[in-house]
């Protein structure tokens, strides 16, 4: 069984700023992230969404929080202990919200790579460097590196982002965040990995945002989700080809074979491709977390209670 897709959310008397796929609110002190069913290819959202797909994002996110034990924003994902106002429909918020503390955003994307994939292929093909880094000769598609390699890249507000050297992000945050940041990303990526390998999954590359509150560095945003990682299936893995992949792999192949020029608004996805996408990320919820993917118990309007 699946929910109703839900593209926008509303909460009365809230601002609110929409991201691709997430609706973020101003909450006091503090937050509201609210993860929609919205979802994004070739830097366009599309005009129908993936059910579930923000709960599967939401509590991918709230797993790798607890599982990782990194300082981090989170406060809670339970949505009878956020304050909301009264009369608002937690049966579209719960699951897919989180409380978070505000922080002062680094504005800078923490890319960690751990397999030759895609744009960094694609890169190595043609240069035999993945962003500016020089790699070893004979690497094949989908080969693993000798090490984890951090690339940063700039944040855009739309398009893609820009990739980056160290130094350019030394002179942007300074010597000491930028090292704190890739030494912290690495780790995580590092952990993240064996976690993810002892449940049959391989992240190939991921991206982690930070933000600075109170004089510390936080883990903030999604992390280690289908959508701000490469989830390889570890048991089709195989050196020289890119296995299938736990995210919208299905709507972008989709979208490629339709004509589509990537330049006006993109075609509804069908059913079939609607299905199987979250199929795939109900999948990787339940291979990481070991729990079965279940719609959330609250419904109705929220009769009032406070945090």
Not at 73 to 88: A, E, F, N
Not at 118 to 141: D, F, H, N
């Amino acid at each position: 069984m699946t929910s109703p897709v839900v593209l926008e959310t509303s909460i009365p008397g809230l601002p609110v700023r929409r991201g691709k796929v997430r609706d973020v609110y101003i909450l006091g002190e503090h937050l509201l992230l609210v993860a929609t069913d919205r979802i994004s290819a070739f830097d366009w959202v599309l005009p129908s969404g993936i059910p579930d797909k923000g709960r599967v994002l939401n509590q991918i996110s709230a797993h790798w929080f607890e599982v990782l034990g990194e300082p981090n924003h989170l406060i809670t994902t339970d949505v009878y202990q956020m304050g909301l106002p009264s009369g608002t429909d937690l049966s579209v918020l719960a699951g897919r919200s989180s409380l978070v503390r505000k922080t002062r955003v680094v504005p800078i994307e923490c890319v960690v790579r751990g397999y030759l994939a895609g744009s960094g292929w694609k890169e190595y093909q043609a240069q035999g460097t993945l962003c500016g880094i020089r790699l070893p000769k004979g690497l094949v598609e989908g080969s693993r590196l000798d090490e984890p390699i951090f690339t940063p890249a700039t944040k855009a507000e739309s398009g893609h982002d820009e990739n980056i050297s160290f130094d350019r992000m030394v002179e942007l945050v300074g010597a000491e965040v930028a090292e704190e940041l890739r030494q912290r990303s690495i780790a995580i990526f590092q952990r993240g990995c064996e976690y993810a390998r002892q449940r049959g999954i391989i992240i190939a590359d991921t991206k982690f945002e930070f933000g600075q509150s109170g004089g510390q560095i936080l883990l903030i945003d999604e992390v280690l989700t289908p959508d701000s990682s490469r989830f390889w299936p570890a048991d089709q893995y195989r050196p020289g080809c890119s296995p299938p992949s736990f995210d919208k792999q299905f709507v972008r192949d989709w979208l490629s074979g339709t004509g589509w020029d990537k330049n006006s608004p993109p075609p509804a996805p069908p059913e079939d491709v609607v299905r199987r996408t979250r199929e795939k990320y109900v999948e990787a919820y339940e291979r990481l977390t070991g729990r079965k993917f279940e719609l959330p118990l609250p419904e109705g309007t929220h009769p009032g209670r406070g945090a």
